[in-house]
């Protein structure tokens, strides 16, 4: 019997589950597309995992996501510029709910109210808990990686200051609470590192505004574009897998030549996720076969001419 995998269709309408669904049917494995609306329910009855395309920021809001984890290492081991072939770095976006339903998000509404003199402790307390969350997913995947510390991006002369100083005491209480150290570094020098010294980063967690948009586009850059990067955007009662766009949300569409790498190793995540490890190394081992091959490469990558399709049924061949 095949198992299911649930496919959020995000406000971006994607076409991707077609493309997906052409290699996952190889290992076994249907989608079955569901609305951002049904998403989470969706999730939960799947053991909390879901594949998504097309996700908006408002899209991640309805879904409750606190943080969205990019992956450099899966995509960049298989990237044809060997420049980055070695990155192996982690970010892990915050994403500040916004219960007001105000169209200034609190992370901006704590710096540009407080000369006001409007009382800001209930979004205070709203980015400092969400904060939490994101730091746990951060010390939780550097001792997964066997790592001791994190980084954390602080944009340098940000006219941010409340939420800059507001996420990182959040960032400490639970780096201490867990026994990992944190390491401050501006934006610059973490989008520097990122590029020259991708070794040295290990987990960078990045509070909820532009500069971190920013170097999420530094991040899908160093996997290989947009395309091959992979995306878990983590919500409290399920995991949604994908591919990132330069802001670390979803592409907000899918063409026949989108390179569909990143997703589909977003559904080898998924998979392994749901405790099919078997199916998930075979998803991921024929993605990188049709990559060493050389032929029917995505258009965007160096040699590449193939559509997603035609990509998508190279990796279905090999598995």
Same mark, same amino acid.
Request: hydrophobic share 40%; glycine share 4%; net charge negative.
């Given at each position: 019997m095949a198992k299911v995998l649930p496919f959020v269709v995000g406000s971006g309408k994607t076409a991707a589950a077609d493309v997906v669904g052409k290699v996952l049917s190889a290992v076994g494995v249907s989608l079955k597309q569901v609305t951002v609306d049904g998403a989470v329910e969706a999730a939960k009855g799947n053991g909390g995992v879901a594949l998504a395309g097309g996700l908006t920021k408002c899209d991640l809001k309805t879904l409750g996501a606190h943080s969205s984890v990019?992956?450099?290492?899966?995509?960049?081991?298989?990237?044809?510029?060997? +420049?980055?072939?070695?990155?192996?770095?982690?970010?892990?976006?915050?994403?500040?709910?916004?219960?007001?339903? $105000?169209?200034?998000?609190?992370?901006?509404?704590?710096d540009k109210f407080a000369k006001l003199g409007i009382n800001l402790e209930?979004?205070?307390?709203?980015?400092?808990?969400?904060?939490?969350?994101?730091?746990?997913?951060?010390?939780?995947?550097?001792?997964?990686?066997?790592? +001791?510390?994190?980084?954390?991006?602080?944009?340098?002369?940000?006219?941010?200051?409340?939420?800059?100083?507001?996420?990182?005491?959040?960032?400490?209480?639970?780096? +201490?609470?867990?026994?990992?150290?944190?390491?401050?570094?501006?934006?610059q020098e973490v989008a520097n590192n990122a590029v020259m010294f991708s070794k040295t980063l290990g987990v960078v967690v990045t509070p909820d505004y532009e500069a971190s948009d920013v170097f999420c586009g530094v991040a899908t850059g160093v996997s290989g574009g947009v395309g091959m990067a992979t995306v878990?955007?983590?919500?409290?009662?399920?995991?949604?897998?994908?591919?990132?766009n330069q802001c670390g949300s979803s592409p907000a569409g899918f063409s026949p030549h989108t390179n569909p790498t990143g997703l589909l190793l977003g559904a080898a995540a998924a998979l392994n996720k749901m405790g099919m490890a078997a199916e998930s190394s075979k998803v991921s081992a024929a993605i990188q076969k049709t990559y060493a091959s050389g032929k029917s490469?995505? $258009?965007?990558?160096?040699?590449?001419?193939?559509?997603a399709a035609a990509f998508a049924a190279a990796v279905a061949s090999v598995i």
């Open positions: 990019i992956e450099t290492a899966p995509s960049a081991s298989i990237n044809p510029d060997a +420049t980055y072939s070695d990155a192996a770095f982690t970010v892990v976006r915050s994403r500040i709910s916004n219960p007001t339903g $105000s169209v200034i998000p609190p992370s901006e509404r704590l209930s979004e205070k307390a709203t980015v400092t808990a969400d904060a939490k969350q994101t730091a746990a997913v951060a010390c939780d995947l550097a001792q997964e990686k066997g790592q +001791t510390k994190i980084v954390v991006l602080q944009k340098q002369q940000s006219a941010f200051k409340a939420i800059n100083d507001t996420f990182l005491a959040a960032v400490k209480e639970v780096a +201490t609470e867990r026994g990992v150290s944190i390491e401050i570094q501006t934006s878990a955007h983590s919500a409290a009662d399920a995991t949604f897998f994908g591919a990132p490469l995505p $258009s965007d990558v160096k040699g590449g001419s193939a559509d």
